[in-house]
């Protein structure tokens, strides 16, 4: 950890962080607790940041009226055998209307102010009596416990009689032990014990305040009636309202406080690149890219069948409609250029692949969760689901937004060059044997319609000797017919399956950038998220 101490400015804005990025993730009272925290402390910060206010609470009778009579050294205060005494906060000023907004803020109504500072430090001291923590008059409490969360530093009232009370430790000393830095314990009226008690009742009053989690706090043993130790009392006050620091402890203490009761969102894994691709490539079948592919390809062969088959017979397959053109991505011709067409509006251009099975959005569902539940893994319950939350948010367009993007995608659907060349040589082929066949039938019927009879040159030397030229003809143009359209079958299977890796390709490349954007990016910032709170709640703890 680094050495410098977050400033209270820091850990403010660290829990104002935390609330924001926490929101719905923490739980919604403790987000209001936080909230409630920065509007305190703002409001603290902005008025009389240069006064201190210090507030006497205690037991009712532990003698806290009395005790701010004999620190202010004038009956301030109404101090009284008649139970409970005080019913409403009383500021001790020492500053003339200096401290006026602040007192308004704390509501404190009845004010009084002196001169004579009870220690040369304490010119800025605000000493505010308090009703009793404890009391039977509900009012009394609440004004006291309200005080209590907003002034700057404590002083604890404790009486020999009932120092040790439980209900005044478990409840209202040890919830504030954080502000140990900016608590005083003073034990009164210890004129009403002997040297030695004084000494025993203080060491048993501090192992009880160090249970209650302030081991550290100073106790003071003081007689409000005979006045002993109220000079050290005075210059206690003085060291509090003399450090600037003291505000901000208790501000700082407060925020500490809250943090700790936040939990940890833990630690996000690392999100894995395999992970992203295998959900890419599970979506990707679920959305149908391998069909896709698979159809670019027996279109390719359908066209390249037509274009380079017998002429004679290829015509049939033209009855058949094109494997795409039944998915809805039509092979469009632009100028010379057979390809699916881009940029077609994507509102009327739907591809009309059937909507998503039921096992395939099965899959899609499964793939989209295992991503979430990975990277979620090492997160507290809420986070978790946040994250996983966050990709099941998704699911709900992704089918619509992959269907679109696949409508998007260029496909490689063009037809090959070799085509026309194969064609031209198939109908040259063809011309070639039906004039061998013409010639053949002309030199046989003509003479029976008493025309010239038609020569029948033959071969005369090599291995073809003898043969008649129109019949080679017509073997020849059948021979080309069929190997020709052999050779371009086999070209066109090995272009085909080229055509079909790289559709498949393209069409996960798209189906990448969808699922970038719908699931992997909302999962990435809620991991974000988790970083962003665990790292502004160490500082706010801090
Ligand atoms: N012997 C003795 N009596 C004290 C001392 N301090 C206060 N008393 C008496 O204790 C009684 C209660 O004193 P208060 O100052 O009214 O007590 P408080 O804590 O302000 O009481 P509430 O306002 O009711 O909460 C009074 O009768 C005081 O005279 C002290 O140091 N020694
Ligand atoms: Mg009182």
């Known amino acids: 950890m680094s050495a410098a101490k977050p400033t209270l400015d820091d850990r403010i804005a660290a829990v104002r962080a935390v609330t924001e990025a926490g929101a719905g993730r923490i739980p919604s009272a403790l987000v209001v607790e936080a909230q409630a925290l920065l509007t305190q402390a703002e409001a603290r910060r902005a008025r009389s940041p240069e006064h201190t206010v210090v507030g006497v609470f205690g037991a009712t009778g532990s003698g806290k009226s009395s005790l701010v009579n004999a620190l202010v050294g004038d009956e301030v205060a109404r101090a009284h055998v008649r139970r409970p005494t005080t019913s409403q906060a009383l500021a001790v000023t020492w500053d003339g209307s200096g401290a006026a907004e602040l007192l308004d803020w704390l509501d404190v109504r009845e004010r009084v102010e002196r001169t004579q500072p009870i220690d040369k430090r304490a010119s800025k001291l605000v000493l505010v009596d308090l009703p009793d923590v404890d009391s039977v008059e509900a009012g009394n409490r609440a004004i006291a416990e309200r005080l209590a969360t907003q002034v700057d530093a404590l002083i604890w009232v404790v009486d020999p009689q009932k120092y040790a009370d439980d209900v005044l430790h478990a409840q209202f000393i040890a919830p504030h032990a954080r502000h140990a830095a900016v608590t005083l314990v003073v034990l009164n009226q210890i004129d009403l014990l002997t040297p030695a008690d004084g000494k025993a009742v203080v060491k048993s009053l501090q192992s009880i305040i160090e249970r209650d989690g302030l081991p550290r706090a100073r106790i003071l043993p003081v007689s409000a009636r005979t006045l002993e130790g109220i000079d050290a009392l005075r210059s206690a006050i003085g060291d509090l309202a003399a450090s600037r620091a003291v505000r901000d402890a208790r501000l700082t203490a407060d925020v500490q406080t809250l943090a700790a ?281 801090r």
Do not use: C
């Not at 019949?471 to 299977?493: D, E, K, P, Q, R």
């Open 261 to 541: 009761r936040i939990d940890d969102p833990g630690v996000p894994s690392r999100l894995d690149g395999k992970a992203a691709v295998r959900l890419r490539n599970n979506v990707g079948i679920a959305a149908g890219t391998d069909v896709v592919a698979a159809a670019v390809a027996s279109s390719y062969r359908k066209r390249a069948g037509q274009a380079t088959g017998w002429p004679l017979v290829s015509w049939i397959s033209r009855l058949r409609a094109d494997p795409l053109t039944r998915l809805g991505l039509k092979p469009v011709r632009r100028g010379r250029d057979r390809g699916i067409d881009r940029g077609i509006d994507p509102d009327v251009h739907r591809t009309s692949m059937p909507l998503l099975s039921a096992g395939a959005q099965a899959r899609m569902s499964l793939a989209v969760r295992t991503f979430a539940d990975d990277a979620g893994a090492g997160l507290a319950a809420p986070w978790r689901l946040a994250v996983r939350t966050a990709a099941e948010h998704a699911l709900d367009a992704l089918p619509a937004n992959l269907d679109l993007a696949i409508a998007r995608t260029s496909l490689p659907a063009r037809g090959s060059w070799w085509w026309v060349l194969v064609g031209i040589v198939q109908w040259v082929a063809i011309v070639a044997g039906l004039g061998g066949a013409l010639w053949l039938l002309g030199a046989a019927l003509l003479p029976s319609f008493g025309m010239p009879a038609l020569s029948i040159p033959r071969i005369e030397t090599g291995p073809l000797e003898g043969w008649a030229v129109p019949t080679l003809l017509i073997i020849a143009a059948v021979l080309v017919g069929v190997l020709l359209g052999l050779l371009a079958g086999a070209l066109s299977a090995l272009t085909a399956a080229g055509r079909r890796r790289r559709t498949r390709t393209r069409l996960l490349a798209s189906v990448d950038e969808v699922v970038q954007r719908d699931v992997v990016g909302p999962v990435v910032a809620e991991l974000d998220r988790v970083r962003a709170v665990a790292a502004a709640l160490a500082v706010a703890r």
